[in-house]
């Protein structure tokens, strides 16, 4: 007669008393906790990396400007010149978002917002035809500034030389708002209106090279060697 035994099967783990399961399974449930606690302080380290933001400050010194209307009217032909001079004081709150690092390199993207407090300088507007503009044949309006919502989008690349230092190359596209010279008055001194002379929707194309200094520490990645 030939009797098979069951075979023997053993657990993975050593199996507890009941008080010890409860224990164990509080401890895995602690554990749990820790990594997700971790990943989570990971994740917000990635965004904060991620994320950037500046306030800044600038002055846009006097650049000179000319205007010419060429002004067909009653059969007569006449020319309308405008000269003149313009500043501005500029403020932005910005905000950027890191695209990723490549080899070092960062693109980005961003936005910001602000005030410019914009000034015209010197204005003279200057007609070939006396009979046709009223009063003489020169206008002048003294200087004369106002505050603007100024807004600005931003695009750039980062080269990181050090853990803490990179070389920035950035494009900038800011809209100043708008601007006035002061009320025309004609040579002679005669002025029969407030007729100011408006400037609509300045805007500016810049490109930056900066230096930038960086408070995280990522590592520097090896250069890509061809």
């Known amino acids: 007669m030939l009797f098979r035994s069951a075979p023997l099967r053993f657990s993975d783990r050593p199996q507890l008393a009941g008080g010890d399961q409860a224990q164990a ?5 602690e554990d749990a906790a820790k990594l997700d606690d971790k990943e989570k302080a990971r994740l917000r380290q990635q965004a ?3 994320l950037r933001a500046d306030l800044t400050g600038e002055y846009r010194s006097r650049s000179n400007f000319h205007g010419l209307d060429i ?3 009653g059969g007569s032909t006449y020319t309308d010149e405008y000269t003149g001079s313009k500043s501005e004081w500029l403020m932005l709150l910005n905000g950027y978002v890191d695209l990723g690092t490549w080899y070092n390199l960062t693109p ?3 936005a910001g ?3 410019s407090y914009n000034t015209i300088h010197d204005f ?3 007609c070939s035809i006396v ?3 009223t009063g003489g044949s020169v206008a002048t309006g003294k200087d004369n500034s106002k505050w603007n919502f100024a807004w600005a989008l931003h695009a750039g690349v980062a080269y990181k030389v050090t853990n803490a230092f990179a070389v920035e190359l950035a494009y900038r596209y800011v809209n100043l708002g708008d601007a006035s010279s002061g009320d025309l008055v004609a040579y002679n001194g005669t002025n029969q209106r407030f007729n100011p002379m408006e400037f609509r929707g300045i805007t500016s194309h810049d490109f930056k090279l900066g230096l930038r200094s960086e408070e995280h520490t990522s590592e520097l ?3 890509y060697v061809i």
């Open 25 to 29: 399974a509080a401890g895995q449930g």
């Open 48 to 50: 904060i990396d991620w």
């Open 71 to 73: 002004v067909r009217s």
């Open 108 to 110: 980005f993207v961003g």
């Open 113 to 115: 917002i602000g005030a």
């Open 124 to 126: 003279k507007d200057t």
């Open 131 to 133: 009979s046709v503009c």
């Open 221 to 223: 990645q090896s250069p």
